[in-house]
């Protein structure tokens, strides 16, 4: 009886998220399924006709008549993943030494640094991408400074460059990395490090052999968290990339709003979301492993 009711509970406390996800989240992904296999109005929207050839698009199985294969979508699918896997690594060299050095602070300036880690959230995006817009520019500022000093004799062409897109990707993803990595070097055993140097072992084995599986998960879970908006992310490559950063979001963008042709951009737009469910389930059984072995 007891465990009836604490189940009836459950199930109360847990329906309005259920409803929520399922009415704004799972509703919407259905429709979006649907649609990549209907073929394209004539003035946008669908035709209730089976139409595969939206991936035959993207894949090579074109019929060649009405659709043909065209290689640049895979082009920019890879070069999406190619920015995502670069953003994470960037991130990653960038965040985890100054993850141990803020867990060696005292507790008033390890907040302030926290607090400074997750400023950028209290600021609109668009606000801060433009921003970068103004000091990478060839008049901007960072050209400005080069060119004062002497480091170069002409201005840098960085702006609307793979090289501005990754910049301003890892510019928005620094907290993201940052925040599971100073978690799990927050937590780790101190004693075990002092061990290790104890018994013998130098620098880099006690890195390998004790910090870096103590501070794995805090990796993996910042990598994932990092690489999954940075493979559909199409607001940094619009401003700070043009037509050379364009990304896989930026097709998808362009095939609802600007093309109208909503079963391709539902095509795509169910690829980034295979992406993004293959690299899940990678995480999770290597989670799981890593349990297991533990």
């Known amino acids: 009886m007891a465990l009836r009711r604490q189940s009836v509970v459950l199930a109360v406390l847990l329906a309005p998220v259920t409803l929520f996800l399922g009415v704004f989240f799972l509703l919407p992904l259905l429709i979006i399924a649907l649609f990549s296999f209907l073929s394209p109005g004539l003035y946008g929207g669908v035709e209730w006709t089976f139409y595969h050839w939206n991936y035959g698009r993207i894949f090579g199985w074109a019929d060649g008549v009405n659709e043909i294969f065209e290689p640049i979508y895979l082009k920019i699918l890879i070069r999406s993943l190619g920015f995502a896997a670069l953003t994470v690594v960037l991130t990653l060299i960038l965040c985890y030494p100054v993850a141990f050095w803020v867990s060696r602070l005292s507790e008033r300036w390890r907040l302030l640094f926290l607090f400074l880690i997750t400023l950028p959230f209290f600021c609109s995006l668009i ?3 433009y921003a970068w817009l103004l000091i990478l520019k060839p008049t901007g500022l960072l050209n400005t400074i080069l060119l004062r000093a002497g480091l170069v004799s002409a201005p840098l062409e960085i702006l609307y460059t793979p090289t501005a897109v990754v910049l301003g990707m890892v510019y928005v993803m620094v907290p993201f990395m940052f ?15 002092e061990a290790s140097q104890d018994l013998g072992a130098n620098r880099v084995q006690t ?4 910090i870096l599986p103590q501070t794995l998960p805090g990796i993996a879970g910042g990598s994932v968290i990092v690489f999954i908006p940075a493979v559909g992310n199409f607001v940094v490559p619009d401003v700070l990339g043009g037509a ?3 990304m896989i ?6 095939q609802f709003l600007s093309a109208r042709n909503w079963p391709f951009g539902s095509a795509l737009s169910m ?3 295979a992406v993004v469910l293959a690299v899940l389930m990678l995480s999770v059984s290597r989670a799981r492993r890593a349990g297991g072995h533990a």
């Open 207 to 210: 890195f390998l052999k004790v």
């Open 179 to 193: 925040l599971p990595l100073y978690v799990s070097v927050d937590t780790l055993d101190r004693a075990q490090v």
């Open 244 to 246: 050379k950063g364009l």
């Open 249 to 254: 979001g930026n097709l998808v963008e362009q």
């Open 127 to 129: 606000v801060r991408l």
């Open 271 to 273: 690829i980034i979301m």
